[in-house]
């Protein structure tokens, strides 16, 4: 296992586990065993589903589950309603549960629950570690388990070469090597002229940096390090607390993603920046009813970064790094907190924060738990909420012959974090969906809840402002 991978691996602690959750919605209903063959003939062609975790003096290793049961991981349940409770409440609380129930650790790190009947179709409820795979890797994994998908590409085992990212030498090349060395060197030298630093930094083995490029890189991740180091705790809100272990899930109805593309071509914005902005609100607003005034306060979103090509997505494992994103939930007018979430990211996609956090994670990874515990206690400090945002299928799916209605999953949050925000796109729709501890919020889907009113600002203004007839973008309000 990747020393990436282990860290996420023991990442589980009293209150958070380290389950990435989705739901599908099918229609019209799919039966057990229909879900069974399925599974054993598409899914069982990626390996890592088909191993278990193996622990010794050498390290974390995977290896085939010689007793491997299908039925000990796609289970038939029954959806238990309370009283006056509709179906997706029913639903939405048992996912909870489901996200506070560990999996078990001798067999392979996942489980499918089929809910056969619901809103005269099925739910389906997956839980995998995510150990296993990122998100990307995992919505990778979804479209070959669907009707037609194609099987993943076959290959032979081989020992890892550097560089190919395969194995644990990927993150010494590609990350830990240059960056490291580039920051040791600048660092050596930072009282030195320009051009003896240029000297000294001028290694053969490290082309990048022979250049004058490469001083800026070493200065840049100096600077990223130096960021990351010194950020301040977050603002103290509602949101962040002590938790309890207790999960609450939610989910909205998807919204249009032409409508958000109008928006962000109104604006000026990214279509990334219109969603974020309008978490940042509807989450501004929730404070607000709670008596916590959000006025002059920023959180942050810990916001994954794929850093791996789309095409190598089925090797699974994790390669992503965090960004910090500091989200604007005291700033009212929606405008203007659009324009500050364009500012953050444009800040952030400069940043080499993302390949510092992931060397982090790996190095977090070879070292003792309560070590590794401790590091990314640092993290959770400096951060209220997880947030990711994941490309779906721009079409609905088809899955044993049924449609594939809605999807949503939820991500893990870490340390002592009690939010997590997923974005999923879908089938020509925006889909949010929300985990909270029981002891910050009860009631997530208030907040999701608050997101549509957002949207209708942003598109309310977006159609008053005038749009040129060449179809070109106007230029964003100052």
Known sequence: ????????????NDVNLMMIVGVWLLHPKVAY???????????????RFRQRVTRDADGVAWVDDDAFDIHRHVVREKLARGKGQSEREALQARVGELATTPLDAARPLWQFHLIENYEGGSALVVRVHHCIGDGIALISVMMTITDGGSDPPSRRRRAPKAGDGTGGDWLAEAVLKPLGGLSAKAAGFVEASIAGALDALADPQQGLAASIDGARTAARA????????????DSPTLLKGKLNGKKRVAWGEPIALDQVKAIGKALGCSINDVLLASVSGAIGDWLREQGDDPAGKEIRAMVPVNLRPLEDAWKLGNRFGLAPLVLPIGIANPVARVFAVRARMAALKASYQPLLAFAVLAVAGQMAKPVQDAILGLFAKKATAVMTNVPGPAVPLKFCGSTLKQTMFWVPASGDIGVGVSILSYGGGVQFGLITDEALCADPQAIVAGLGPQFEKLLLLALMLP???????TVAPR
Not at 1 to 12: E, G, K, P
Not at 35 to 47: G, S
Not at 467 to 473: A, D, L, N, P
């Open 1 to 12: 296992m990747s020393r990436v991978d282990t860290a996420w691996l023991r990442m589980d």
């Open 33 to 47: 065993e229909t879900l069974c063959r399925r599974v054993m003939d598409k899914l069982l062609k990626h390996e």
């Open 222 to 233: 100096l600077g990223d390090v130096a960021s990351m180091a010194m950020m301040a705790d």
């Open 467 to 473: 749009w040129e007839s060449s179809g070109r973008e």
